[in-house]
């Protein structure tokens, strides 16, 4: 994952990242973001995308939007690695979002499926509610056990932001 344009950059109108996804890499779970539409562009391969129960599939050079509020996710279904732009529009907090994810991955934090135990999940997703929601369980049953089991995540050191090293050119900020 490379930033190529930060909320910064924009003056919090977009953030731009390019994503290169291994072979049958399975993306994140469907999901929505509440107040941001996400375009996504391939560079090289074929990009799957799943947007409102619809199948796409992007071939280099294309492109789709997917509107705020819809369910959507995306992964690599080919034999060959794919090259795609993200872009959300605003930013809002996404990059925070992303920027934790990747450093708790690559500080081996996250399980085979690449997320983190319940608690730091409870901690992310309830501080970044405003970018980022899984489809399912309910939305009321989300929140009411982010609300739950957020305090305790943050009791025990959990914090919803990490920085990711390809980035900051440092260690990840994880604690043991």
Same mark, same amino acid.
């Given at each position: ?92 907090? !996404? ?36 970018? !980022? ?12 056990? !982010?609300?739950?089991?957020?305090? !305790? ?24």
């Amino acid at each position: 994952m490379t930033f190529l344009e930060r909320s910064a950059d924009t003056g919090g109108e977009h953030v731009l990242i390019e994503i290169v996804e291994a072979p049958h890499a399975q993306g994140p779970p469907l999901h929505i973001h509440p107040q941001q539409a996400e375009t996504f562009e391939v560079a090289e391969g074929r990009l799957n995308l799943e947007v409102d129960g619809e199948e796409l599939i992007l071939e280099e050079g294309e492109s789709a939007t997917v509107p705020s509020g819809k369910p959507h996710r995306y992964w690599n279904g080919s034999d060959e690695q794919v090259r795609s732009t993200m872009e959300l529009r605003p930013a809002g907090n !996404f990059e925070m979002f992303l920027e934790t994810a990747a450093g708790l991955a690559q500080a081996g934090k996250v399980n085979a499926a690449g997320v983190p135990n319940p608690l730091q999940t409870a901690v992310m997703l309830q501080e970044y509610w405003d970018v !980022f929601r899984l489809v399912g369980p309910p939305q009321w049953l989300q929140k009411s056990l !982010f609300a739950i089991l957020s305090p !305790f995540g943050r009791m025990l050191g959990y914090r919803p932001y990490y920085r990711y090293a390809a980035i900051t050119g440092s260690e990840p900020e994880i604690d043991e």
